[in-house]
Nanobody, 126 residues
Framework: QVHVVDSGGGLVQPGESLRLSCRAS????????IAWFHQAPGKAREGILC????????YYTDSVKGRFTIFRGDAEDSVYLQMNRLKPEDTGVYFC???????????????????WGRGTQVTVAS
């Protein structure tokens, strides 16, 4: 059974940046698609971006396009979400999810993944 741990959340002011990490426990993420989901307070969890298992294509929702970037770390077990120009509406819990040999089709509504992180809280406020 695969496990991932997401971390890096915190409290920042609007316009600032934050980097979240998703770390695999005991396996390589090389053949996995990685997605990040955002759950705003009182709202459903929704997918905001997904990098396919080849690492060649990343899909972004309009709300984060141009501000958020996902990239693999030097170690095979880590992936990062760089969040720039944060807005108050970006507040919420962020979850990473991984799925082997997946090309991200329909990721926004996909809730069965090989593994989910437990989530990390991001708060954007003045």
């Amino acid at each position: 059974q695969v496990h991932v741990v997401d971390s890096g959340g915190g409290l920042v002011q609007p316009g600032e940046s934050l980097r979240l990490s998703c770390r695999a426990s005991g396996f390589s993420l090389d053949t996995y698609a990685i997605a990040w989901f955002h759950q705003a307070p009182g709202k459903a969890r929704e997918g905001i971006l997904c990098m396919d298992n080849s690492g060649g294509t990343t899909y972004y929702t309009d709300s984060v396009k141009g501000r958020f970037t996902i990239f693999r770390g030097d170690a095979e077990d880590s992936v990062y979400l760089q969040m720039n120009r944060l807005k108050p509406e970006d507040t919420g819990v962020y979850f990473c999810a991984v799925e082997a040999f997946y090309y991200c089709a329909g990721y926004e509504k996909k809730f069965r993944w090989d593994a989910w992180g437990r989530g990390t809280q991001v708060t954007v406020a003045s």
